[in-house]
């Protein structure tokens, strides 16, 4: 325990702080209304999560990888599950309802790929070329991609889809990989998202991409969202609006003001200069986590901090850039602020796994 990452820990409890204080002031009520329990619901994942995580630090992360093909078969089975029982929920058929509780397989499912993912790539010696990538490509990507975009979920399937691939170049392409999927994805791009745009997107998820396109094609319908997003934060300016006192989340303005784009509340009551401060946080998770990569004992470990970092990183960029109308409004929640039990707990299992990682490099392997 001596060697404990403290710093990382700390950041997280900060952000985390942070986005239940930010939950409880954009789920205010109105005045002679009652206020949603969403901060104390997120306060009590937040302990269970505190729980996994030293769970997750105990058991030497090498364990995780010699269990990774059960962790992503289950995995596996949770998202077909879901498609067959799940329940729906805007438009969606994400969520598994157990005894009043309610959990959405993907966030557990991305850890599990992960695992499994590092576990592959570690036994594969770099540089990976087109022969390793074709065959790993099929089971460890297109399956469980596909299995998201049917529920659908477009936002975790993008995040997966991405972190795949920077994985992949963590571990080290071949020149004739690299090449080889730059040609196929520029000859088949057009095609592709032909048929992606046809067959697979609802009519809600093709508005937000016209809305991102062009918000004000129509403000009060499909472009709503977006607007009332960039108002909230451009109003906080640079010291921002203070405590509990925005106004865009609490009179219902700005739409999934606690989960989706908690970010722009936090930017309207804190500004420019809270902005900052939490960016910096961000960041510095960020860079802890790929510096855990870097001193990993064996390339297991690396790749398994890689990839967490690389989760964390596109969770953030996709989050924030969404709020700024910078990228399409596609349900992506900002790790350890946005409301959500789930992720929560995913995350905070992440997290244990980096501590997990940094703390055993200094171990014997027998």
């Known amino acids: 325990m001596q060697n404990f990452d403290w710093l990382l820990f700390g950041l997280v409890l900060f952000v985390t702080t942070a986005g239940v204080l930010t939950i409880f002031s954009a789920t205010r009520p109105l005045e002679g209304m009652h206020h949603p329990t969403f901060y104390i619901k997120q306060m009590v994942w937040a302990g269970i999560g505190l729980a996994a995580m030293l769970l997750a630090i105990k058991v030497d992360y090498r364990q995780f990888g010699r269990f990774a093909g059960v962790f992503y078969g289950a995995g596996l089975l949770l998202l077909v599950f879901v498609l067959a029982k799940g329940r729906m929920g805007m438009g969606a058929q994400r969520w598994i309802s157990l005894g009043g509780i309610s959990f959405q397989p993907s966030e557990i499912f991305r850890l599990a790929f992960i695992i499994m993912l590092a576990r592959h790539l570690s036994l594969v010696k770099p540089p990976l070329g087109i022969r390793e990538f074709l065959k790993m490509a099929p089971l460890l990507a297109l399956l469980p991609l596909a299995l998201l975009v049917k529920q659908p979920d477009l936002g975790t399937a993008t995040t997966m889809g991405m972190v795949f691939l920077l994985m992949c170049i963590g571990r080290g392409m071949s020149k004739r990989l690299i090449t080889a999927l730059l040609v196929f994805g520029i000859v088949s791009a057009p095609f592709f998202w032909d048929i992606f745009w046809q067959g697979f997107l609802k009519d809600y998820q093709r508005n937000r991409i016209v809305a991102f396109l062009d918000p004000n094609v129509d403000p009060s319908g499909i472009g709503y969202h977006i607007n009332q997003s960039k108002i909230a934060i451009g109003s906080g300016m640079t010291l921002g609006k203070g405590y509990l006192k925005g106004t865009q989340g609490p009179f219902r303005f700005l739409p999934e003001n606690h989960t989706d784009f908690i970010f722009s509340v936090f930017a309207e009551e804190w500004g420019f200069v809270g902005c900052l401060v939490l960016l910096a946080a961000y960041l510095a998770i960020l860079l802890r986590a ?77």
């Open 290 to 366: 790929l510096d855990t990569a870097r001193h990993a004992k064996d390339d297991f470990g690396s790749l398994l901090a890689l990839g967490i970092a690389f989760m964390f990183a596109t969770y953030f960029f996709c989050n924030i850039g969404m709020t700024m109308g910078m990228m399409p409004v596609v349900g992506i929640p900002l790790p350890f602020m946005s409301y959500g039990g789930t992720a929560v707990l995913s995350n905070f299992i992440a997290v244990g796994l980096l501590i997990n990682i940094r703390m055993r490099r200094f171990e014997l392997f027998y």
